[in-house]
C-alpha cells in the first residue's frame, strides 16, 4: 500500500480522519466542559501535520493520475469534514487504486 502515491494518500486520509475525530470528539470537550487543555496542543499539532501531509499528497496524486479539477475539489474538501476522508476513500480513492 506505501508503494503507490495512491496508497499513501488512503493511509494518510485515514490518519486524518482519525486525528480529526479525536481532536473534535476526544480533545476539545476535554478542554472546554472539563477544563484540560493539554491533549488538545499535542493531538492538534500531529493533526496539522498529517492535514499538511494530506493536502500535498492530493495534489501529488492529482498531477500524476491526471484527476480533474472537480475531484480533487472534493478530496481536498474531505479533509474539512468530519468523515470526510473515509468517504472520499471509498468514493475516490479506491476507485483509482
Known amino acids: 500500500m506505501l508503494k503507490t502515491n495512491i496508497g499513501r494518500l488512503r493511509i494518510a486520509g485515514f ?20 477544563g484540560i487543555p493539554e491533549p488538545t496542543s499535542f493531538v492538534g499539532m500531529a493533526h496539522g501535520i498529517i492535514f499538511i501531509i494530506y493536502c500535498v499528497l492530493v495534489m501529488v496524486v492529482m498531477i500524476k493520475h491526471k484527476w480533474s479539477l472537480m475531484k480533487t475539489f472534493w478530496a481536498l474538501l474531505a479533509s474539512v469534514l468530519p468523515f470526510g476522508t473515509f468517504v472520499a476513500d471509498v468514493r475516490i480513492f479506491r476507485q483509482d487504486s
Do not use: F, N, Q
Not at 19 to 28: E, T
Open 15 to 34: 490518519l486524518e480522519g482519525i486525528s480529526y475525530l479525536a481532536l473534535l470528539g476526544i480533545c476539545m470537550p476535554l478542554k472546554y466542559i472539563w
